[in-house]
């Protein structure tokens, strides 16, 4: 039965980080979530046992998601964290369904003590069966063939590498391989970014340390091997381990063994290794910066996700995901996207994949004065490229047509058009000093056909 997995609810990233190390160490499987929106997000994709979440938190307090857990997954215990001052009000947050309350500064005998209270009277709903893929958008046919790759994958206990872009969601296909694998969707599930910390330090996080094993080991230090023993370990961005490291890994994976920093104990462990990249390993073997053995060992099962601009059908879906949990988020309402909109984000080839959309849409939301996105909403890189693609369109069409009128010696009427139409525009910047909204108000254009022409007619600041 599936005891361990809380999510942790807090708007302060550095309460957020102590909660989650403190029950990590403590072999509870923890996700973290900033807010109330981004909290509901989580619950959606996947099941959990306990929510400790933050009494006041911006848009979504934490009564507000109680009482939405309370409706929707009455299962689900929830515990708020709150400042002495609002004890009173904790208390009958108790009445409308909390399992418990803890005051700030939490002591960390209390919170194991109410999380296991808590736990224990969980009860499972009945002849529930966990979708890996649940909360996942992917309709293209191209995420339909990585998820039944997944499902099958998901019966082994073959290491698997996850191959794509920055952004495509290797994080997320990771947590559905460890939910679809029968033998440890009860166990925890582990991460580290392994290009985010250097060598040294890198080394205590995978295999921990013992005190004294160097300046600032303090106290002995589990390892994420340790932590994820039975279950699942993804180690992101796998490229950045150094040979001395990468021998160590290797070891692991072969042996299942290895010893923590100034340790000469050795130690076992059982896990799935998930190791995921956004670069090409057969070019770094090539190169001499990775082990031809580690390669090998971890392209055992490799999965390659598709950039977003190879699942182009799955865009409408992601648009309308990200609009409402932004929506949510902000206290907005907005409805869509225009046509304009929709077509500019097509165009665009988002070369920051799902990561870059939900960040342009989440930054549209916020600046939106409408019920739906209008196209001054998008950046102007998105903006821009969309222009670009329809200027491409149109360039080719007017070159067609002026070979036809060369051929019959005729004047072509846009160069005959576009010197006055420079001029205009570029007396009417200087009058508003270039001020690209005032102008294209006063051209009666919009601001980012404005943009259009400032490009194609090749007008620049050193035009003034």
């Not at 964290?81 to 418990?100: K, P, Y």
Request: aromatic content about 6%; proline content about 4%; charged content about 30%.
């Amino acid at each position: 039965m599936e005891r361990n997995r809380i999510l942790v609810v807090d708007d302060d990233p550095l309460i957020r980080g102590s909660l989650y190390e403190m029950l990590r160490g403590r072999r509870y499987e923890v996700e973290m979530a900033s807010d109330g929106a981004e909290a509901i997000d989580h619950l959606k994709r996947r099941s959990f046992q306990l929510v400790l979440a933050d009494w006041k938190m911006p848009q979504m307090d934490g009564l507000a998601l109680l009482s939405y857990i309370k409706r929707q997954y009455p299962d689900v215990s929830v515990i708020l964290i709150t400042g002495f001052g609002n004890v009173t009000s904790a208390v009958e947050a108790m009445r409308q369904g909390a399992f418990d309350y803890l005051t700030k500064p939490i002591q960390p005998e209390d919170l194991e003590e109410t999380i296991a209270r808590a736990l224990a009277q969980y009860t499972p709903p009945a002849d529930t069966i966990e979708d890996p893929f649940s909360g996942i958008i992917g309709q293209d046919p191209s995420m339909q063939k990585l998820f039944s790759m997944v499902r099958s994958v998901a019966h082994s206990q073959a290491t698997v590498l996850l191959e794509g872009e920055s952004g495509t969601g290797k994080r997320i296909i990771a947590q559905a391989i460890h939910r679809a694998d029968p033998k440890r969707r009860h166990q925890p599930f582990v991460e580290i970014s392994c290009g985010a910390l250097p060598e040294t330090l890198l080394e205590s996080e995978l295999f921990g340390h013992v005190k004294g094993s160097f300046t600032g080991a303090i106290r002995d230090k589990q390892g994420r091997f340790e932590v994820a023993n039975g279950g699942t370990i993804l180690l992101d961005e796998i490229d950045a381990f150094t040979p001395a490291l990468q021998v160590k890994l290797l070891r692991v994976i072969q042996e299942r063994l290895y010893e923590r920093v100034g340790d000469t104990r050795t130690m076992r462990v059982d896990v799935r290794l998930i190791a995921a990249t956004n670069r090409t390993l057969a070019d770094l073997v090539k190169e001499g910066k990775f082990r031809e053995d580690l390669f090998y060992r971890l392209h055992v099962i490799a999965l390659r996700l598709p950039a977003l601009r190879e699942r182009k059908s799955d865009l409408p879906l992601l648009i309308q995901h990200f609009i409402e949990r932004s929506s949510r988020a902000m206290g907005k309402t907005i409805n869509g996207v225009s046509g304009e909109v929709m077509q500019a984000l097509t165009a665009y080839a988002w070369p920051g994949n799902i990561r870059e959309l939900e960040n342009v849409i989440e930054r549209a939301v916020i600046l939106a004065q409408h019920p739906r996105l209008e196209l001054e909403d998008l950046p102007e890189e998105t903006r821009f490229h969309a222009d670009a693609t329809a200027m491409a369109v149109d360039d080719r069409e007017e070159e067609a047509a002026a070979a036809e009128s060369k051929s019959d010696g005729g004047v072509q009427l846009k160069d005959a058009l576009k010197s006055p139409e420079r001029d205009i525009i570029l007396k009417v910047l200087a009058d508003v000093r270039w001020n690209r909204s005032e102008a294209a108000k006063r051209l009666g254009i919009h601001r980012s056909t404005l943009y259009h022409k400032i490009r194609q007619l090749g007008i620049h600041t050193s035009s003034q």
